[in-house]
């Protein structure tokens, strides 16, 4: 989390919308970079992720999200998971984050 209490991704969505609104403007890449730079400091995106979002509106392409990707989930959040954990949880409220972690890690090994 940032000093704002807000999240680098949160930031980062900002930042795609403020792009998208002044690409709009017609402010060239590398001014809207600076002025991101004025309001998000260290935090602003690089200018080259300006232009490939730059060129991504120019395309016809609006959407401000990313788009799916393949491969590995960003997260292993699931109902499962979640019921797994709260049952472990449950079963020795004692149990570290360690040992939770230690206990995932060889169940998925045991699934492999």
């Known amino acids: 989390m940032t000093a704002e209490g807000q999240s680098?991704?949160?930031?980062?969505?900002k930042q795609r919308c403020v792009i998208e609104f002044l690409h709009a403007e017609k402010i060239a890449p590398s001014?809207?970079?600076?002025?991101?730079?004025n309001v998000y400091g260290d935090q602003t995106?690089?200018?080259?992720?300006v232009r490939r979002w730059v060129a991504r509106f120019n395309s016809g392409d609006s959407d401000v999200k990313d788009k799916p990707r393949s491969g590995r989930p960003c997260t292993a959040v699931t109902p499962r998971n979640?019921?797994?954990?709260?049952?472990?949880?449950?079963?020795?409220?004692?149990?570290?984050t360690r040992e939770l972690?230690?206990?995932v890690l060889l169940c998925s090994l045991y699934l492999l």
């Open 8 to 13: 680098d991704m949160e930031v980062r969505m």
């Open 45 to 49: 995106v690089d200018v080259s992720t």
């Open 82 to 96: 979640e019921e797994r954990l709260d049952q472990l949880i449950r079963a020795n409220r004692r149990i570290t």
């Open 101 to 103: 972690y230690q206990i």
């Open 31 to 37: 001014d809207i970079h600076r002025r991101l730079l």
